[in-house]
């Protein structure tokens, strides 16, 4: 196995803090980036690296680039992991918590992808793993924002995909079911939040007490499958496009895929039922 020079944001907790401490495990260089670096204390012990990092702040993903060039002269892999959901109705979210989620999930993603691309292109070599979710390719009853953020991060990882592969640099989709984090309650804490005193608030308490219930039954995969899921594309010869782990993720595609639209839409409702 080669060992390689790891760039993972959102390394603080869930899915992030999971891959980072596997990786580093498995003798990588791992930088783990995130606001909460005394989150990341334990990566040391395998030769990891917390440093602070802000996504939504240029001057923090500048030094946080450079520390890791300059440390290491190149960045094999960067790994997209930061994000986070705010669920509410449409009509509801107001505007400047839509562009924050866009900012943090979209955004902030693709400026630290051109930060670190031209040193990979001088490399011809490297690697960006884009955190994306099934719901990239589906909606959820009153996931709009977030949803709208993970398709775009499919249609820029494509794009990518197709604009790097002159340059020898591979981009890979993770595609994660639900996983069972502290993200799912937060999200439903949006909701319920957002709905109040609104003609979406019975539902939307409905729908949240259902997403607190699901986050705290078994149903749910672990972290840690997503992050076996990245380190297989880390470590993959050829890595594939698209990683889909948690469960019932290729499942649920399918189902989104083969049914008519108004059907799939039925089904979504009956969650906030």
């Known amino acids: 196995m080669n060992k390689k020079v790891i760039l993972v944001t959102g390394a603080s907790s869930g899915i992030g803090y999971d891959a980072a401490l596997e990786l580093a495990r498995q003798g990588h260089k791992v930088y783990g980036a995130a606001r909460r670096v005394e989150k990341m204390e334990p990566l040391k012990e395998f030769g990891g690296v ?26 094999d892999v960067l790994i997209n992991n930061a994000g986070y959901g705010y669920f509410g109705a449409i009509e509801n979210v107001p505007m400047e918590e839509a562009k924050r989620q866009l900012d943090v999930n979209l955004f902030g993603l693709a400026r630290l992808i051109q ?21 990239g390719k589906s909606v959820l009853l009153f ?11 499919e249609a820029l990882s494509d794009a990518l995909r197709i604009e790097l592969k002159p340059f020898g640099i591979d ?4 595609e994660p079911s639900g996983i069972k984090t ?46 076996k899921a990245i ?30 639209s108004r059907w799939w839409d039925a089904i ?5 039922k």
């Open 50 to 75: 917390p440093i602070k990092m802000d996504v939504t702040d240029e001057e923090s993903m500048q030094a946080g680039v450079k520390q890791v060039l300059e440390a290491e002269g190149h960045i």
């Open 231 to 260: 380190k297989r594309a880390v470590n993959a010869r050829r890595p594939r496009t698209r990683y889909r782990p948690g469960m019932g993720a290729n499942t649920m595609l399918f189902f989104h895929t083969i049914l008519p």
């Open 171 to 174: 981009v890979c989709i993770i």
């Open 143 to 153: 996931g709009g924002w977030y949803c709208v953020s993970k398709y775009a991060v």
């Open 115 to 135: 930060l670190v691309l031209p040193s990979m292109r001088e490399r011809k070599s490297g690697r960006i793993i884009n955190v994306s979710s099934v719901v």
């Open 268 to 272: 979504v409702r009956v969650l906030g």
């Open 182 to 227: 502290e993200w799912g309650h937060i999200a439903a804490d949006h909701l319920a939040e957002s709905s109040k005193g609104t003609p979406y608030e019975k539902t939307g308490e409905k729908m949240a007490k259902t997403m607190h219930w699901g986050f705290n039954t078994n149903y749910l995969s672990s972290p840690d499958c997503v992050a």
